[in-house]
């Protein structure tokens, strides 16, 4: 069974730049979460979808980070414009259903 | 709001030299404890889930146990290819993780 795929791996921006990270969960896998990992911390959830719904988004900086599900599968993160403290690691997850959760390799975001 | 402290932050053993990792946790309605191995560069790798208290899993030389108030991670005669950081989590209202901050474990051969 093949595991979540995340693109790309590593991204260098400026301050103010957009950037976007795209997500391919487990195949079957109803929910989907985007997590930010900054170094030395846990990853700390943004946004949660139970197939093309949010489940929650209440980390999620609305201002400058926009995230979608589209048709239930793929998903792509996006924040414009990025901070230099939105360097960290972007991970994506997915599960079967409320359950277990399954991380992809992550996207190394660093803001210059 | 939902707390995950772990102990201590980095771990130096030599192998074969068993111990403990300490996760402890505040949560409203704990649906799950949650154990992810993180390897440098790579996502968090799902290890355990314990339910309640009392509740024990292994793997290999992996044990995880659970309280009403802590979990461990039991890990016996270690070797080099388990250094690693050591991630606990507790799943709350809507089956939300919250993580820890893991623990480094590094084992010297």
């Known amino acids: 069974e093949a595991g979540v795929a995340q693109s790309p791996r590593y991204k260098i921006i400026e301050k103010r730049q957009s950037v976007a990270f795209w997500c391919n969960p487990i195949s079957g896998h109803a929910t989907l979460y985007w997590y930010q990992q900054i170094l030395g911390q846990g990853p700390k959830l943004l946004i949660q979808f139970q197939n093309n719904g949010v489940v929650d988004d209440s980390q999620l900086p609305k201002d400058r980070f926009s995230a979608e599900r589209l048709k239930g599968v793929d998903s792509t993160l996006k924040i414009q414009p990025a901070k230099l403290e939105d360097s960290a690691v972007y991970l994506c997850a997915s599960s079967r259903s409320a359950d277990t959760q399954y991380f992809g390799p992550g996207t190394r975001l660093t803001v210059l | 709001e939902d707390q995950v402290t772990q102990s201590p932050e980095a771990l130096r053993l030599q192998e074969g030299e068993s111990s403990s990792l300490n996760c402890s946790y505040t949560v409203s309605g704990l649906r799950g404890l949650f154990w992810y191995r993180q390897d440098p560069g790579k996502g968090p790798e799902f290890l355990f889930t314990?339910?309640?208290a009392g509740e024990e899993k292994e793997k290999e030389r992996l044990k995880a146990t659970l309280t009403k108030k802590e979990s461990f991670l039991h890990i016996t005669a270690p070797k080099p290819e388990d250094s690693a950081t050591y991630l606990c989590?507790?799943?709350?209202?809507?089956?939300?993780?919250?993580f820890g901050k893991g623990t480094l474990l590094t084992v010297n051969p």
């Open positions: 314990l339910y309640s």
């Open positions: 989590a507790c799943g709350g209202s809507n089956y939300k993780l919250t």
